[in-house]
């Protein structure tokens, strides 16, 4: 029999997951792997493998249980895996790499607003994020010293409030959904209260890592809002978009949220035209456009991630020929002390 199901009245369909799935997202989170005994048992994968990196103190092995579950048993070069599992390549220092490689600790006001470009803030809301991606350059930034305490909060807010050039806030991290419903939506609403704000931007991971957090009670909250609400994903291959994140492109488009994907080019992850021609056709197919693809920044300990300049830009011109042009994401790269992205195809 077909269960038939009235999502306005029926309690139990929450972000189109039935209950089935009756975890929390909290309860996910709490229960995702750290440690990489753990995921390479779950994987089969043999851990006699030397170039493994057992622990590491500073950015720890971090990862939901539902994108783990998307990755290719037994495959030590599962696309997926590779962005999350600590390997000693990360132990190799390259010039050019450093803590801070896209300059945003100068570009830190006192209110804790990363204020860059024109007409655009950033605020850090939280250092912490679902996932620990082995190619972010968070990985070796100071967040404990940045990230909005409740002091620092308001600071923040009187500082977009008095600058009536800002019209644009987006909300980052870390992850800025790991923070619960009356603190996001709370920050919102604060937000839309200032006249001259018109979009409210979200940086988010947690839709592709961890669908579940994209809950009706959210989705309900952000509708509400009166701003125009865009919110930009991060994907990086078309493995990981499931059914579950689908679910929760769809709920977050009934929100009236638009919706954008950015990735990074990673050497042996998706540095291939046919996974990135993939990667945008299944992106639109729910719902969202690809926006930039980045160059990797050059964070310490990520050197073995980078793809060069030039084979950049010959998979952008294979993208070029074999997409809509509205599938093509734009090539950039981020560099400290200019005022916007750097375009590079
Ligand atoms: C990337 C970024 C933005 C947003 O740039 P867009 O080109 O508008 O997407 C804003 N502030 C900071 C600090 C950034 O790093
Ligand atoms: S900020 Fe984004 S890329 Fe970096 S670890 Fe968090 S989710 Fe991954």
Redesign the pocket.
Known sequence: MELTIDRNSDPRYIGKNLLQNSKTWQQELAEGFNNIDDICEYLNISQADKTLLPSSSTFPLRVPREFVARMEKGNINDPLLKQILPTKNENISASGFSNDPVGDINAITEAGVIHKYQGRVLLITTGS?????R?????NFPYSDFQLSTKKHQKAINYIQNRSDISEVILS???PLLLNEQKILGLMQQLQAIPHIKRIRIHS?IPI?LPSRITAELCNGLSKIKKELVLVA?SNHANELNSKVRSAFEDLKEANVTLLNQA?LLKGINDDSQQLIELSEKLFSMGVLPYYLHLLDRAAGTAHFETSENQAIALMNQLKKNLPGYLVPKLVREQAGAESKTIIA
């Open positions: 994020c679902a996932i620990n991606c190619y972010c350059f968070r990985r991290g870390g992850d991971r890592v991060h990074v």
